[in-house]
């Protein structure tokens, strides 16, 4: 059996067999780290590489291509803290900021573009009439990703201690 836990939080050298690049999308909120060190542990320090990607959806009135300063700002500071993670980590990190209609597109089209062996992703924390859902992005990378998908959910006690959930 696989110990992908024992690989990325004891900071063994070995990846996890067939996975050289990762895709992580990250959104600045605080579970991206997890996801990160889970990312980096799975591509293996010095071996593989990460792809940070953090996508502005921009609405349907606007130019794709519009400029967004503060949404720019504040992807460039995330993006620039998972870099950090990656470092401490040893792990080549690429980083990437695009804009799109829907982040889940992008995130297909970023594995794509970049051939990754897997996408490594956030359930996001959220209810729709008292029922836990996946929103709209997980499902359409689950159902367009041409490689492996691994989806993070923090357990609600980590996510309540952290000031979210209910």
Not at 55 to 74: N, Q
Request: proline share 5%; glycine share 8%; aromatic share 4%.
């Amino acid at each position: 059996m696989l110990r992908i836990r024992d690989r990325v939080f004891r900071g063994r050298d070995e990846a996890a067999p067939g996975i050289a690049s990762v895709l992580v999308p990250v959104t600045g909120e605080w579970s991206d780290d997890d996801v990160v060190r889970f990312a980096c542990g799975l591509a293996g320090p010095r071996k593989g590489i990460l792809h940070a990607l953090y996508v502005i959806e921009v609405e349907r009135g606007l130019p794709v291509d519009v400029e967004i300063a503060p949404a720019t700002a504040k992807g460039e500071q995330v993006l620039r803290h998972v870099e950090e993670i990656a470092k401490t980590l040893r792990c080549k990190s690429e980083a990437e900021l695009v804009q799109a209609r829907q982040s889940g597109a992008a995130i297909v089209q970023e594995a794509v573009e970049r051939n990754v062996d897997a996408v490594v992703m956030k359930a996001p924390d959220m209810r729709v009439h008292n029922s836990f859902s996946l929103g709209q992005t997980v499902p359409y990378v689950l159902e367009n990703a041409p490689c492996l998908v691994i989806v993070w959910r923090n357990g609600m006690e980590k996510a309540r201690s952290n000031g979210h959930g209910p």
